[in-house]
């Protein structure tokens, strides 16, 4: 296949992907977006096997990697998407890993002379610490995710010096290594090392409330991870899908940051978990709180005029989103106006319940965000919380709060709130929620999906 043939078909493979980001920015062009992004992956892979001897090993670990991912994908539950999305993000870092040992220990075999020329030595150091920082970023926030790992922050004092100090001395390595005449694996592995631990130090202060941002900064790393190797091997199409993952990843943690009332610049340096996260507001004083059953809130429901549905990551544990379906379909016949709010960092990662909602066909016109629907809760007559917590959670107004300032949707400001929980546990973020211990909340203790079947069935 001719270079020209080569740019070009790199070229088209480029354009699908950026179609596939444009698709992706909105539910209703989703599938779209997704299918582009198929489409041009496809043909960046059929045309980098044209101009490689290798390609009957490299088809044959696509298929095994194919059937692997065609396993995992039909027996995953929707609930643990979030850590199997951060497992992969692992899996992109550890491979720009390899590639750059590979490179450094057999540079004529990617094309470069026999001693690496100063370019390669940047774009490998850089891609290597990215990349070794996102797989043991990666693997801590799946741990944290998955339930393995407390999802507290984990915090010692210092903690932050220590991080700043392997860094420096990781650069230093990684200078050495830069500005030495031959091959120096001993400043390569010391900075690989480094940059291993220094991904574990900068994720275990984060606390769970933080998660989705954290998923969005790793997708964001594994970007840049995979464009700096694409430098290294001299590929321009994995450097422009490296470049558009990292870019795009970068302008959703911003999002998310903004969501949750974080300094973008210390998600990324991966120094924001300490003043977040889990902090628990027990002052030891019992507070009373009323409750009710699926038939009471069947019955506040269906003399409403206009009801909110929040759904949050309980809604996701009990796979209620189609009983969730049903409920709105029986409020709409009754003429109710029907909606359901979105919070940017519902769930465990960005997305969460617009993917959930999703699957339930539940139409795209029913559902908006938090800044399109804060304004219409004075003028509500219903909210119902599924499993929601912190996103809803008032302190966020209160000075002093460990959440203060976090945009939250404003569900206390209806004329009734009811919440279904399993009991009055605290949320991820290990706080108390002043919502619940209002007049005009009633709490509905029990299983979303089984809750909610039996509010279909009182209507």
């Known amino acids: 296949m001719s270079a020209n043939f080569i740019a070009l078909a790199y070229l088209i493979a480029a354009v699908f992907f950026i179609l596939s980001l444009k698709g992706l920015s909105s539910p209703l062009t989703a599938r779209r977006g997704n299918l582009l992004g198929m489409l041009g992956m496809g043909i960046a892979v059929f045309t980098t096997l044209t101009i490689t001897e290798n390609w009957p090993l490299i088809l044959g670990c696509i298929a095994v990697g194919a059937i692997i991912g065609s396993i995992v994908a039909q027996r995953i539950q929707m609930t643990a998407m979030p850590e199997l999305i951060a497992f992969m993000h692992s899996l992109v870092g550890l491979a720009a890993v390899f590639i750059a040992i590979a490179a450094v220990n057999n540079p004529t075999s990617f094309g470069l002379s026999e001693i690496l020329p100063t370019g390669s030595k940047l774009e490998l150091f850089l891609g290597t610490f990215i990349g070794a920082m996102t797989w043991s970023g990666s693997v801590i926030a799946f741990l944290k995710l998955s339930g393995r790992m407390s999802g507290a922050p984990i915090i010692f004092s210092g903690q932050h010096m220590v991080n700043l100090l392997l860094a420096i001395i990781m650069i230093g390595f ?22 291993f631990l220094l991904g574990f130090l900068i994720i275990i202060p984060i606390g769970g409330a933080d998660m989705p941002v954290v998923i969005s900064m790793l997708n964001s790393y594994s970007g840049w991870a995979a464009a700096g190797i694409g430098f290294s091997l001299g590929n321009p199409m994995l450097i422009i899908a490296g470049s558009l993952v990292g870019s795009s990843g970068a302008i959703l943690s911003y999002i998310m940051c903004k969501a949750m009332n974080r300094p973008f610049l210390s998600v990324i340096l991966g120094g924001f978990g300490s003043d977040g996260g889990s902090q628990s507001t027990d002052d030891g004083i019992q507070k009373s709180y009323r409750s009710g059953s699926a038939d009471d809130a069947a019955f506040l429901m269906g003399n409403a005029d206009s009801v ?43 997305g969460h319940m617009n993917v959930l909602l999703a699957e339930a066909e539940i139409p795209y016109e029913m559902v908006q965000e938090m800044d399109e ?13 599924l499993g929601a917590n912190d996103v809803v ?3 966020a107004n209160v000075p002093g709060s460990p959440i203060y300032g976090m945009p939250i949707l404003e569900a206390h400001k209806a004329r009734t709130v009811m919440v279904v929980k399993r009991s009055m546990a605290v949320g991820y973020a290990g706080l108390d929620n002043d919502l619940f211990y209002m007049d005009k909340t009633m709490m ?5 999906k089984k809750v909610v079947e039996n509010m279909v069935k009182a209507l």
Not at 315 to 327: D, G, N, P, W
Not at 373 to 385: E, M
């Open 308 to 350: 909110i549905i929040i759904p949050g990551y309980g809604l996701a544990v009990a796979r209620a989103q189609h009983a969730v379906k049903e409920l709105a379909q029986a409020l709409h016949k009754k003429g109710i106006n029907v909606r359901f709010a979105i919070h940017p960092v519902a769930g465990r990662m960005p």
């Open 393 to 395: 959670n008032p302190a």
């Open 444 to 448: 509905v203790f029990g299983d979303a």
């Open 373 to 385: 629907i804060n304004s219409d809760f004075p003028n509500t007559d219903v909210v119902l919380v």
């Open 174 to 195: 990684g200078l050495w290594f830069f500005f030495s005449e031959t091959t120096n694996w001993t400043a390569f592995s010391a900075m690989t090392a480094i940059a």
